[in-house]
């Protein structure tokens, strides 16, 4: 499914890291996802997706941008995929605090498409959260930042430590959905 560039109005609720980091973060999803990364270095948006690629503002972005722009692209294919499962997913968020704070920014968004943002913001800015947590970015760090995020996100009581992420990462989108 095609997807538009949107840009993100969410840049309030981010703060600038390293670019450096970001790169880092940024590669390490190309090459687990094969998903093509563009830097750019102008402009007011800090990142957004197309149908087959990010692109990341250094000069505005975190490093919660590329694991957001990657949920978006996840999202839009289990939209397409199964609309059912999506609903239920972003539907999670309804009665967060942040979704209102959402709304308001995206005002002329539709109600899904509100909720949407509102969930893989909570993801990416608790994915940040972690990964600055531990205070230093390596492949096992981000895995277990991802790990971590996707249990208190999805609240799972299910035991996964002896799931490594890469597994998950590797997965098809239904087998990961599934596993949430």
Excluded: C, W
């Excluded at 094969?34 to 690629?53: F, L």
């Excluded at 991802?146 to 997965?171: C, G, P, R, W, Y």
């Amino acid at each position: 499914i095609p997807i538009e560039p949107k840009a993100s109005k969410l840049g309030i609720f981010s703060q600038q890291d390293a670019p450096e980091i970001i790169i880092k973060v940024a590669n390490y999803i190309s090459e687990k996802y094969g998903i093509k990364i563009n830097y750019v270095e102008t402009g007011e948006i800090a990142a957004y997706a197309t149908a087959s690629e990010i692109n990341i503002n250094l000069n505005r972005a975190s490093i919660e941008e590329p694991v957001h722009e990657l949920m978006h692209l996840i999202l839009t294919t289990l939209k397409a995929r199964d609309y059912e499962t999506y609903k239920q997913i972003v539907n999670s968020v309804q009665n967060h605090p942040l979704f209102r704070q959402v709304s308001q920014i995206y005002d002329d968004e539709i109600y899904i498409d509100k909720l949407e943002e509102t969930f893989v913001k909570l993801l990416s800015q608790t994915f940040r959260n972690k990964i600055h947590a531990n205070g230093i970015f390596t492949t096992e760090v981000f895995d277990l930042a991802l790990k971590e995020t996707i249990q208190e996100l999805f609240n799972l009581t299910a035991d996964l430590s002896m799931v490594h992420t890469t597994n998950l990462l590797t997965q098809s989108i239904n087998e990961l959905m599934t596993l949430f």
